[in-house]
């Protein structure tokens, strides 16, 4: 079975830290971008992070920059979202996402979530 699991949520205070991972089975992740989306109650998803395959390149949304770094590591089908400073705003379920463009087809696959709650 094709899939991505992340892990590592749960609760922190603000000012705090956690480390998302992104595990795949079934795939190799090594030739997929990867990103991180999140959505908040009564939000929209949003976009995050992104990595590319080589890892070479990152881009960040502007809420999130300087705080959070992406990372990922082929050579255990995983990456990571590691979160810093964390603020209350940042409360949402945290998705992650490993996507290919082959030969005209888009290879897309969703994890199932992981929670993220920033509250005192």
């Known amino acids: 079975q094709l899939q991505l699991v992340e892990s590592g949520g749960g609760l922190v205070q603000p000012g705090g830290s956690l480390r998302l991972s992104c595990a795949a089975s079934g795939f190799t992740l090594d030739n997929y971008a990867i990103a991180w989306f999140r959505q908040a109650p009564g939000k929209e998803r949003e976009g995050v992070s992104c990595i590319s395959s080589s890892g070479g390149s990152t881009n960040y949304a502007d809420s999130v920059k300087g705080r959070f770094t992406i990372s990922r590591d082929n050579a255990k089908n995983t990456a990571y979202l590691h979160m810093t400073s964390l603020k209350p705003e940042d409360t949402a379920v945290y998705y992650c996402?490993?996507?290919?463009?082959?030969?005209?087809?888009?290879?897309?696959?969703w994890g199932q979530g992981t929670q993220v709650t920033v509250s005192s």
């Open positions: 996402n490993a996507e290919l463009f082959l030969y005209g087809s888009d290879l897309l696959y």
